[in-house]
């Protein structure tokens, strides 16, 4: 039921794309404290992005989960911005990261919703 999204005008080959959707299934899973079975990740790379009116590297990220913890929002941001600066090298200063936690009765699965 997490999904992160990675959108970054960074361009990255498919070996380094996966290593890093791994990564970040890991993390999702010990920020949230949810089975890894669960989390989806996804990344959009090599995109044509600017931030600021510039289109130096930089990344717009989504996390969506049901029951998000709205309190640890700071928390998870400080997490993701460094493991994604890191991973990308795109400066935290160039990440925004989406948090939302939507209804259960809107999050579809294996034919139902939770």
Request: glycine fraction near 8%; hydrophobic fraction near 35%.
């Amino acid at each position: 039921m997490p999904y992160l999204l990675i959108n970054t005008n960074q361009t990255l080959d498919k070996g380094t794309e996966s290593a890093l959707l791994q990564e970040c299934s890991q993390a999702v899973t010990m920020l949230l404290g949810k089975p890894e079975r669960y989390v989806m990740t996804s990344i959009e790379s090599g995109i044509t992005m600017t931030f600021g009116g510039d289109d130096s590297p930089c990344a717009y990220v989504e996390l969506k989960s049901l029951g998000l913890p709205e309190a640890r929002s700071a928390e998870f941001s400080q997490d993701l911005c460094e493991l994604l600066s890191r991973a990308l090298n795109v400066p935290m200063e160039r990440i925004y990261i989406e948090f939302s936690s939507p209804p259960r009765h809107l999050w579809g699965w294996n034919g139902g919703t939770f």
